[in-house]
Protein backbone atom coordinates (compact mmCIF):
# COMPACT_ATOMS: atom_id res chain seq x y z
CA UNK A 1 0.00 0.00 0.00
CA UNK A 2 1.32 3.56 -0.89
CA UNK A 3 2.73 5.33 1.90
CA UNK A 4 4.10 8.92 3.04
CA UNK A 5 7.25 8.68 4.18
CA UNK A 6 8.79 11.07 6.36
CA UNK A 7 12.57 11.42 7.17
CA UNK A 8 14.17 12.26 9.98
CA UNK A 9 11.91 10.06 12.85
CA UNK A 10 13.23 11.70 15.77
CA UNK A 11 15.56 15.39 15.40
CA UNK A 12 16.79 17.25 18.60
CA UNK A 13 18.13 20.81 17.84
CA UNK A 14 18.79 23.68 20.06
CA UNK A 15 16.85 26.78 20.20
CA UNK A 16 17.40 29.22 17.47
CA UNK A 17 18.92 26.86 15.12
CA UNK A 18 16.92 25.75 11.89
CA UNK A 19 15.32 22.51 11.05
CA UNK A 20 14.21 21.24 7.81
CA UNK A 21 11.60 18.09 7.45
CA UNK A 22 11.41 15.97 5.35
CA UNK A 23 8.38 14.54 3.45
CA UNK A 24 8.13 12.25 0.53
CA UNK A 25 4.20 12.27 -0.37
CA UNK A 26 2.27 9.45 -2.32
CA UNK A 27 3.04 9.85 -5.66
CA UNK A 28 -0.25 10.24 -7.61
CA UNK A 29 -1.26 12.67 -4.87
CA UNK A 30 -1.71 16.22 -5.40
CA UNK A 31 -2.19 18.00 -1.93
CA UNK A 32 0.19 18.17 0.35
CA UNK A 33 -0.13 19.40 4.12
CA UNK A 34 1.91 19.36 7.40
CA UNK A 35 0.01 19.04 11.18
CA UNK A 36 1.63 19.22 14.13
CA UNK A 37 0.24 17.21 17.61
CA UNK A 38 1.72 18.36 20.80
CA UNK A 39 2.15 16.18 23.32
CA UNK A 40 -0.49 14.89 24.90
CA UNK A 41 -2.59 17.35 22.69
CA UNK A 42 -5.11 17.26 19.76
CA UNK A 43 -3.60 17.64 15.95
CA UNK A 44 -3.42 20.79 14.74
CA UNK A 45 -3.52 22.15 10.97
CA UNK A 46 -0.38 24.09 9.96
CA UNK A 47 -0.40 24.24 6.09
CA UNK A 48 -1.88 23.28 2.71
CA UNK A 49 0.04 22.92 -0.29
CA UNK A 50 -0.75 22.86 -3.92
CA UNK A 51 0.42 23.59 -7.78
CA UNK A 52 3.37 24.82 -5.93
CA UNK A 53 2.10 27.29 -3.57
CA UNK A 54 0.60 27.55 -0.48
CA UNK A 55 -2.95 27.40 -0.44
CA UNK A 56 -3.95 27.90 3.28
CA UNK A 57 -1.78 28.09 6.30
CA UNK A 58 -3.33 28.48 10.08
CA UNK A 59 -1.86 31.36 12.59
CA UNK A 60 0.52 28.76 13.85
CA UNK A 61 2.32 28.94 10.53
CA UNK A 62 4.21 32.24 10.74
CA UNK A 63 7.14 33.77 9.32
CA UNK A 64 9.41 31.10 10.99
CA UNK A 65 7.73 28.71 8.88
CA UNK A 66 7.94 28.11 5.48
CA UNK A 67 7.49 25.08 2.99
CA UNK A 68 8.81 23.81 -0.20
CA UNK A 69 8.59 21.03 -3.11
CA UNK A 70 12.49 21.46 -4.24
CA UNK A 71 12.01 18.75 -6.97
CA UNK A 72 9.20 16.34 -8.00
CA UNK A 73 8.91 13.89 -5.14
CA UNK A 74 10.20 15.78 -1.60
CA UNK A 75 8.00 18.40 0.49
CA UNK A 76 9.78 20.13 3.36
CA UNK A 77 8.97 22.01 6.19
CA UNK A 78 11.37 24.51 7.78
CA UNK A 79 11.69 26.16 10.51
CA UNK A 80 14.01 28.87 10.62
CA UNK A 81 14.91 29.62 14.65
CA UNK A 82 13.37 27.22 16.48
CA UNK A 83 11.98 27.84 19.90
CA UNK A 84 11.02 25.33 22.69
CA UNK A 85 7.65 25.87 22.21
CA UNK A 86 8.23 24.11 18.57
CA UNK A 87 8.96 20.71 20.29
CA UNK A 88 5.96 18.19 18.84
CA UNK A 89 5.33 15.54 16.68
CA UNK A 90 5.16 16.71 13.10
CA UNK A 91 3.10 15.16 10.60
CA UNK A 92 3.07 15.35 6.90
CA UNK A 93 0.00 13.83 4.81
CA UNK A 94 -0.99 13.96 1.27
CA UNK A 95 -4.36 13.42 -0.97
CA UNK A 96 -5.32 12.90 -4.51
CA UNK A 97 -7.76 15.52 -4.56
CA UNK A 98 -9.57 18.12 -2.04
CA UNK A 99 -11.89 16.50 0.57
CA UNK A 100 -10.27 13.20 -0.19
CA UNK A 101 -9.44 11.04 2.82
CA UNK A 102 -5.51 12.10 3.79
CA UNK A 103 -3.08 9.60 4.47
CA UNK A 104 -0.95 10.49 6.62
CA UNK A 105 3.03 9.62 7.51
CA UNK A 106 4.88 8.76 10.40
CA UNK A 107 5.79 11.90 12.02
CA UNK A 108 8.66 13.72 13.00
CA UNK A 109 9.37 14.24 16.35
CA UNK A 110 10.64 17.25 16.91
CA UNK A 111 12.86 18.02 20.36
CA UNK A 112 13.98 22.16 20.61
CA UNK A 113 16.29 21.58 23.95
CA UNK B 1 -12.87 28.69 13.21
CA UNK B 2 -14.58 25.04 13.35
CA UNK B 3 -14.48 23.44 16.63
CA UNK B 4 -14.88 19.89 16.95
CA UNK B 5 -15.29 18.46 20.80
CA UNK B 6 -14.85 14.72 21.75
CA UNK B 7 -16.64 13.33 24.96
CA UNK B 8 -15.32 11.40 27.02
CA UNK B 9 -11.73 12.27 26.64
CA UNK B 10 -10.59 9.13 28.55
CA UNK B 11 -12.68 6.54 28.43
CA UNK B 12 -11.47 3.34 30.41
CA UNK B 13 -13.49 0.00 29.85
CA UNK B 14 -13.98 -3.82 30.76
CA UNK B 15 -13.21 -6.15 27.67
CA UNK B 16 -16.78 -7.50 26.44
CA UNK B 17 -18.54 -4.33 26.91
CA UNK B 18 -20.02 -1.47 24.25
CA UNK B 19 -19.38 1.98 24.79
CA UNK B 20 -20.27 5.34 22.16
CA UNK B 21 -17.75 8.03 21.49
CA UNK B 22 -19.32 11.12 20.45
CA UNK B 23 -17.69 14.03 18.28
CA UNK B 24 -19.71 17.64 17.87
CA UNK B 25 -18.82 19.85 15.73
CA UNK B 26 -19.86 23.53 15.40
CA UNK B 27 -20.51 24.59 11.55
CA UNK B 28 -21.56 22.56 8.47
CA UNK B 29 -18.79 20.30 7.22
CA UNK B 30 -18.64 17.73 3.87
CA UNK B 31 -17.37 14.73 5.31
CA UNK B 32 -16.39 13.57 8.93
CA UNK B 33 -13.22 11.50 9.64
CA UNK B 34 -12.30 8.69 12.56
CA UNK B 35 -8.87 8.42 12.74
CA UNK B 36 -6.76 5.77 15.46
CA UNK B 37 -3.37 6.67 17.06
CA UNK B 38 -1.23 4.58 18.99
CA UNK B 39 0.87 6.21 21.88
CA UNK B 40 4.26 7.40 19.37
CA UNK B 41 2.35 6.40 16.27
CA UNK B 42 1.04 8.11 13.04
CA UNK B 43 -3.16 8.37 12.50
CA UNK B 44 -4.12 5.11 11.09
CA UNK B 45 -7.48 6.01 8.86
CA UNK B 46 -10.48 3.93 9.76
CA UNK B 47 -13.70 5.96 8.72
CA UNK B 48 -14.65 8.21 6.10
CA UNK B 49 -18.32 9.82 6.35
CA UNK B 50 -19.53 11.56 3.60
CA UNK B 51 -23.33 11.79 3.96
CA UNK B 52 -25.82 12.39 6.62
CA UNK B 53 -27.40 8.74 7.55
CA UNK B 54 -24.25 7.25 6.77
CA UNK B 55 -23.09 4.28 8.54
CA UNK B 56 -19.72 2.15 8.19
CA UNK B 57 -18.30 -0.54 10.12
CA UNK B 58 -14.93 -2.49 10.66
CA UNK B 59 -14.96 -5.09 13.08
CA UNK B 60 -16.05 -3.80 16.36
CA UNK B 61 -16.35 -0.65 15.40
CA UNK B 62 -19.40 1.07 13.58
CA UNK B 63 -19.27 4.95 12.89
CA UNK B 64 -22.26 7.49 11.88
CA UNK B 65 -22.94 10.51 10.91
CA UNK B 66 -25.83 13.11 11.76
CA UNK B 67 -24.92 16.24 9.63
CA UNK B 68 -28.11 18.10 10.91
CA UNK B 69 -27.74 17.37 14.38
CA UNK B 70 -23.76 17.79 13.57
CA UNK B 71 -23.13 14.33 15.74
CA UNK B 72 -21.01 11.90 14.62
CA UNK B 73 -20.44 8.64 17.26
CA UNK B 74 -17.78 5.81 16.97
CA UNK B 75 -19.47 2.43 18.81
CA UNK B 76 -17.01 0.34 20.42
CA UNK B 77 -18.91 -3.31 20.18
CA UNK B 78 -17.20 -5.99 22.59
CA UNK B 79 -13.95 -4.13 23.52
CA UNK B 80 -10.77 -6.09 23.51
CA UNK B 81 -7.68 -5.05 24.74
CA UNK B 82 -6.17 -4.69 21.44
CA UNK B 83 -8.47 -1.28 20.99
CA UNK B 84 -6.29 0.42 23.42
CA UNK B 85 -5.50 3.61 21.35
CA UNK B 86 -6.40 7.03 21.43
CA UNK B 87 -9.58 8.08 18.50
CA UNK B 88 -9.60 11.50 16.94
CA UNK B 89 -12.64 12.29 14.89
CA UNK B 90 -11.73 15.21 12.28
CA UNK B 91 -14.01 17.30 10.08
CA UNK B 92 -12.92 18.44 6.62
CA UNK B 93 -13.93 19.03 2.97
CA UNK B 94 -13.82 21.80 0.45
CA UNK B 95 -16.88 23.62 2.74
CA UNK B 96 -13.29 24.13 4.98
CA UNK B 97 -10.88 25.20 2.90
CA UNK B 98 -9.98 21.06 3.01
CA UNK B 99 -8.19 21.19 5.97
CA UNK B 100 -8.88 19.27 8.87
CA UNK B 101 -9.90 20.21 11.98
CA UNK B 102 -9.16 17.50 14.67
CA UNK B 103 -11.21 17.13 17.83
CA UNK B 104 -9.71 16.80 21.30
CA UNK B 105 -9.31 12.69 21.10
CA UNK B 106 -10.49 9.76 23.22
CA UNK B 107 -7.88 8.10 25.44
CA UNK B 108 -9.13 4.80 25.16
CA UNK B 109 -7.68 1.53 28.16
CA UNK B 110 -9.65 -1.82 27.31
CA UNK B 111 -8.87 -3.76 30.39
CA UNK B 112 -9.14 -6.91 30.62
Known amino acids: EPEVTQTPSHQVTQMGQEVILRCVPISNHLYFYWYRQILGQKVEFLVS????????KSEIFDDQFSVERPDGSNFTLKIRSTKLEDSAMYFC???????????FGSGTRLTVV | ELKVEQNPLFLSMQEGKNYTIYCNYSTTSDRLYWYRQDPGKSLESLFV?????AVKQEGRLMASLDTKARLSTLHITAAVHDLSATYFC????????????FGTGTSLTVIP
Open chain 2, 90 to 101: AVGGLANGNQFY
Open chain 1, 93 to 103: ASSEYPGSGYT
Open chain 1, 49 to 56: FYNNEISE
Open chain 2, 49 to 53: LLSNG
